[in-house]
């Protein structure tokens, strides 16, 4: 079950970072002063989309305590690195950003690091 849990963790904190992107990529620059810098912030807090990640960011914390009750912390943690390889995958079909032979090999030395490590 545990391994289920860290599943959620990385599909929600990956669902929350795209979210972000998304929804900030279609406002304005953030402001320079820190009045408007503030009230920039505290205005994106009431956007629907962004504090839906928000709160995914706390249900992935939830669902990693879970995931911590079942398997130990060293073998847990680099899974949480395959958000990263999701967020590239997704910013890549979503955000047409470029995907460039340094981030292939960056995420695949990442997935072998993953594979290593739960064996241990």
Same mark, same amino acid.
């Given at each position: 079950m545990g391994y289920i849990y860290i599943f959620c963790t990385v599909v929600l904190t990956a669902y929350?970072? $795209?979210?972000?992107?998304?929804?900030?990529?279609?406002?304005?620059?953030?402001p320079e002063g820190h009045l408007d810098k503030m @009230? &920039?912030?505290?205005?994106?807090?009431?956007?629907?989309?962004?504090?839906?990640?928000?709160l995914s960011a706390f249900i992935a914390s939830l669902t990693?305590?879970?995931?911590?009750?079942?398997?130990? $912390?060293s073998k847990a943690y680099p899974f949480m690195n395959l958000s990263l390889l999701l967020v590239v995958v997704l910013s890549?079909? @979503? &955000?047409?950003?470029?995907?460039?032979?340094?981030?292939v090999l960056g995420c695949a030395c990442i997935?072998?690091?993953?594979?290593l490590v739960s064996k241990a």
């Open positions: 929350g970072q $795209l979210i972000l992107k998304w929804r900030l990529s279609q406002w304005n620059h953030v @009230l &920039f912030f505290a205005k994106s807090l009431f956007d629907p989309y962004i504090f839906s990640s928000f990693w305590m879970a995931a911590l009750k079942d398997i130990e $912390l890549f079909y @979503l &955000f047409r950003e470029p995907i460039s032979m340094y981030k997935v072998a690091g993953v594979l």
